[in-house]
């Protein structure tokens, strides 16, 4: 039956003896997309099932045996059961002795076990080679060739013979295999396909909660108190001109609060005098996920963007400037060049312009391929110094835009304030943190204890911590 | 002679002992070039030749011998020769047992052998370790060190030692080695430099047909007919309005061509019942160039937003614009501000923004290093979920942009319907037999077949497929 | 106390068996920071110090011991202290035989030392394996987590499986071994970290320098003489306008330099008649870094555009558009349509757009995960041919801009022509060259040299080089 099967399947590139064979245990959804790709891929695959006469299921080209006839055929087991049933393998424990058992299995939850199911087979075999692999592919995207996102197969396992033998079928199946070192990496990489955004996550709800909060305020004064007051219908307003509010304001609050956290940092380490100390957990939380935040508030301010060089193009644009120049015309009132008007609004729009191309450097630089060609002194020149002047330019940006009307009482609608003074507020307060903790006299004491100095120990340690060490 | 040359060369970092000798066998441009290389870096370079008298030509530093003389002074001996001429090697049988011989040769054609060039010489000196390397590099950016897009070298052989002296002598020319595995992947390294964007070539072609077509029909409707008509002369419209015509058009419906087979594929699995039986090949070509597609569309999509923010800046526009002023003080017609015209033109570009935005967060995610740190979960949420809300808004933006003009007679000329128009048909029809898929009673039976039920062995199943397999 | 220590440690995800001993030499900064980490990612850590005593200072879970005492605990052995001090290790050296000995020190320059402090190592303790990891990683972002940048490190040594156990330590804390190969990399690894955009000074500088020329040039054209032939104060220019004039033409300029030294080289090709003459050195620097220039150009050009979509929003070009129309209707001209300004104004943006959407593509395809991904012949059709369709449309584009205006004596003001002929220069100049080097006789002997064909060699060297070689 062997030859049978050999005979029908189209004879590849390679000639037949090149064929190895792999066995797979268990006829799954998984494990028959694995064997229907490894066919394609020229080898001969060998299923080892419960109930091996059920063979029409399966890709032609591939035999159905028991359990233990297919593990003698080949060296490489990938299992493809769950691993609730792993321990029926402990009958098999003589034919499997000293084969490489490929455990491609997933949890439903994070952290599901106290030990990964790598490492529980592991512990069932001891005389086999465990070797984790495979996944972190969807069997959907194995047959349906959709392996954009997902062409790297992570691989561990602690004998690394058995591991290169994985990682050689990883490759002629057209995956790329990412070695990851012993089978202690197994937890991490059976965790890993359960995630989804788990570091966007705070920065997704905050920007959505500031959104809503925003939407609602400029509702508020923009619609509603006109509504009331003048009877003017400005509904349209919600399409453009109130997003257009909103999402400035939540770009500039987020940049602000990617900043924050190292601020808050600095304080802590100048109160405790020692850089030894860990920061509270949520702030070690936010500090991982500054980058996410950066991102998030890039996205507003290209939307930002957007809106405003649509501005001229909208009706409500042409409109008004079309009815500016008739009431000028029709009132018969000069319309002397204003220079200050000029600067104003140049000015305004040139740190809007140079805070967004650098808003957009810093996207850049955080895109993996690039954080990699740079080194870590580098990244930190981009991050922080370029960060600050990013958010000091936008800041600016608001700040002119405000102009004269800044706090002047004519703009408090029912006491609420113009939408743009509640972006300053976290923007401004960072920003002259900052210049404190810049001061000589704290930036020096800041400096050593990032070196290293403790302020307690600072007495004793000379003589340990000398010059010699790095 | 040998010292001579060795004290000829200017002394590098390293002290001369430890200089390795390398072997080239084969005097033509690429063997000169990366003798040239290899000496900057230190190696000490013997070529082999045929006629080893003509060593003028060479590099400074460098001896040539015969093959044979040249192959016992190192243990890697780079063949740069080609393939129809290896037969000659098995003259020097003797000397390059347990030598490794780096095979860096191309081909002309994809598939031009049966085997690759690498397995080729195997088979010829079975005793000798043979490894693919350095094919993909070209003499001429080996010498102008213009090697920006090929520091990566693939390298393959069965020898795990002999790969990895290979690889040593690649990081030490300053190139990245990439370990693919065994002499199998040769044929693919070798058929790599010979691709030329594979996988853009159909949607090129499909989006420059789309182009041509769209631009003669616009140029049918908005130059010829207001010629005829009205002897309008609009050939000023080819510049920059058809343009921006022709291409929101070609990005519309390339995109909605990205999502329209998976659609096909859906339709055809619940026909059959199954996942297990493959897709036509046409189908398969056009699911796995579904990335190429949006970006193309991606690009056109771009293009139309920068003609458009563009459109007041245009003199056309600003001719407009004080016409249309100047007609209304002519006429002293009233100017009232209509709220729904508003609402059409900024609920209009709002869709358009957002689109835009999401179509560009799409793009970023394809970026090979973006895509590679996500997760195969992350990466479909955001290809697929993402993608359909990107079509919507997109289809809407168009839709909207209609508004009231929606196929009214008066739009048509010469009974074409404005181009506009065109640009819905497949995104409309992709969204129609969408929404269908989604309805539940097909939804669950699709998501049944792609967990790997079948409708015709549906009965047999329960007892195979136990719940044991994943 | 190794007991105590270990108990008083939360028991983490691996059970205390397997904790694994490293000892750290050196209770500097890095050394604790470094401790910490791997206290953290459950190793046992044992410190080496001249000082056992002062064991307070360390993490919590951590041993001190004399340096002799702790190198017994462990077979990997971590150098956190300075190159100069490594000389008292030879009193060490029976305890180190056979042990790994981590070289983590950076040096204050480049190439500081003959030899890399790795290399200085393995020769004073020959029988101990020297692995050089770490050094790229800072003591701070160790700690701090922020890890963004760094996550990568570089490993080399001669010793394959220390090597190999010293990567699998890096992936245990979270990080990703590169493998660089043999200690020879020490060199270049250590140098890494000194580095600050090496490859992106000259083009900073260059661009530097033409900005400020061009910013005064500016000044002098458009803001003083109308100060001093009219007393307009046109100083609201140097907000917006002005820099809207600087950044486009630094960005012209910048993108003719990327193509200049290539046609450099061609000249020298086909002077010299042979490509196996080495480049002068300013030139070789030159074609380095001209991806950094093609890069530094494209953020000019963004500004660019950026700065022109915005006219329409500035208070000047409302102001001016306002004032156009008042002005017509106040002089009751007639205002015809002007297809030739439409035809001017609508083709000079579209070559505009259609550049800087070429250039924007260019500058994706340097992306490295992009350029990764192409291959060497993608690379040079997208680099050279797409690059010069760029530099034509852009120039084009400048050229349109000129229009009518071009060199007319009206538009020069104290003989200085219009800043936008300055633009033209080197463009013109490099695309002329250019055109000349494509005419068919030129350009068959340009191809024949950079296949490798030599004038002055050309009778002798069919003999020698014939087709069978690459």
């Known amino acids: 039956m062997d030859k049978m099967s050999t005979d029908a399947l189209p004879?590849?590139?390679?000639?037949?003896?090149?064929?190895?064979?792999?066995?797979?245990?268990?006829?799954?959804?998984?494990?028959?997309s694995l064997g229907f790709k490894m066919i394609q891929c020229d080898y001969h695959v060998v299923f080892g099932s419960r109930n091996p006469q059920a063979s029409s299921l399966l890709a032609s080209g591939a035999e159905v045996l028991s359990y233990a006839e297919a593990a003698r055929r080949s060296d490489i087991i990938i299992l493809t059961i769950h691993r609730e049933h792993y321990s029926f393998l402990t009958e098999l424990t003589e034919v499997l002795n000293g084969k490489i058992l490929v455990d491609v299995s997933n949890n439903l939850r994070v952290n599901e076990h106290p030990e990964s199911n790598a490492e529980y087979l592991a512990q069932l075999m001891p005389k086999a080679h465990v070797v984790k692999a495979f996944n972190t592919i969807s069997a959907w995207a194995l047959q349906s060739g959709a392996l954009d996102a997902s062409r790297?197969?992570?691989?561990?396992?602690?004998?690394?013979?058995?591991?290169?033998?994985?990682?050689?079928?990883?490759?002629?199946?057209?995956?790329?295999?990412?070695?990851q070192g012993s089978l202690l990496a197994a937890k991490e990489i059976e965790n890993y396909p359960l995630q989804l955004f788990p570091m966007w996550r705070m920065p997704?709800?905050?920007?959505?909660?500031l959104c809503v909060f925003l939407f609602f305020y400029c509702v508020v004064r923009d619609v509603i108190y006109p509504y009331v007051y003048e009877k003017e219908d400005n509904t349209f307003r919600l399409a453009a001109s109130?997003?257009?509010?909103?999402?400035?304001?939540?770009?500039?609050?987020?940049?602000?609060?990617?900043?924050?956290?190292?601020?808050?940092?600095?304080?802590?380490?100048?109160?405790?005098?020692?850089?030894y100390r860990r920061f509270p957990g949520w702030l070690d939380h936010w500090m991982l996920c500054r980058k996410q935040l950066g991102l998030v508030a890039l996205g507003f301010a290209c939307l930002h963007v957007l809106y405003t060089l649509v501005i001229p193009i909208r009706y409500y644009g042409r409109w008004r400037s079309r009815n500016a120049t008739i009431t000028q015309l029709m009132t018969k009132k000069e319309n002397p060049f204003s220079a200050s008007s000029a600067w104003l609004s140049d000015s305004y729009l040139?740190?809007?312009?140079?805070?967004f191309f650098l808003f957009v450097l810093l996207g850049i630089t955080s895109l993996p391929s690039v954080s990699n060609t740079v080194t870590w002194r580098e990244f930190r020149f981009v991050q922080s110094k370029l960060g600050f002047v990013t958010l000091i330019l936008c800041t600016a940006h608001t700040l002119v835009y405000g102009g004269k009307r800044f706090l002047s009482p004519s703009a408090l609608r029912w006491y609420l304030p113009s939408a743009y003074i509640l972006a300053l507020i976290i923007p401004c307060t960072v920003l002259a943190i900052k210049f404190i903790l810049l001061l000589p006299c704290i930036d020096r004491?800041?400096?050593r204890i990032r070196q290293g100095w403790e302020r307690d120990t600072a007495a004793v340690k000379p003589a340990v911590n000398g010059k010699s060490d790095i």
């Open 152 to 179: 790297q197969v992570c691989v561990c396992g602690n004998d690394s013979k058995a591991k290169q033998r994985v990682m050689d079928v990883v490759r002629n199946l057209g995956l790329t295999p990412l070695d």
């Open 242 to 275: 109130i997003p257009n509010r909103v999402f400035p304001i939540t770009a500039l609050t987020l940049l602000a609060l990617v900043f924050l956290p190292g601020v808050i940092a600095a304080i802590l380490q100048l109160y405790h005098g020692t850089k």
């Open 204 to 209: 997704f709800y905050l920007s959505a909660v």
């Open 350 to 355: 040139s740190l809007g312009i140079l805070g």
């Open 445 to 447: 004491t800041l400096t």
């Open 11 to 32: 004879l590849a590139m390679s000639s037949p003896e090149k064929r190895e064979t792999v066995c797979i245990f268990g006829t799954g959804d998984f494990g028959r």
